[in-house]
Nanobody
Framework: QVQLVESGGGLVQPGGSLRLSCAASGSIVSIYTMGWYRQAPGKQRELVAIITNSGNINYADSVKDRFTISRDNAKSTVYLQMNSLKPEDTAVYYC?????????WGQGTQVTVSS
């Protein structure tokens, strides 16, 4: 089993920044991908950014050039640096890892962008 603990969400004004962290523990072997997803009220969960074990990265078009995903393999942690935040970025953000055992989700952290 894998446990994921997210942190870093909160309330920020438009144009501000936040950094999300997601630390994995448990049977964290052979991780294939680490990623961030988000779900706004009344909408489906969507991919924000994903990074593979070889370092390949993909972003949703809506966050390109504003968000940066990174990972620290030694700490089994994935980060999401979010800059130039917009009200439409408001959502619950979830991390997900996929390893040889399957896919695992974090509990989610709320990000609210509002003046």
């Amino acid at each position: 089993q894998v446990q994921l603990v997210e942190s870093g969400g909160g309330l920020v004004q438009p144009g501000g920044s936040l950094r999300l962290s997601c630390a994995a523990s448990g049977s964290i072997v052979s991780i294939y991908t680490m990623g961030w997803y988000r779900q706004a009220p009344g909408k489906q969960r969507e991919l924000v950014a994903i990074i593979t074990n070889s370092g390949n990265i993909n972003y949703a078009d809506s966050v390109k050039d504003r968000f940066t995903i990174s990972r620290d393999n030694a700490k089994s942690t994935v980060y999401l640096q979010m800059n130039s935040l917009k009200p439409e970025d408001t959502a619950v953000y979830y991390c997900k890892i996929v390893n040889i055992g399957g896919g695992y989700w974090g509990q989610g952290t709320q990000v609210t962008v509002s003046s």
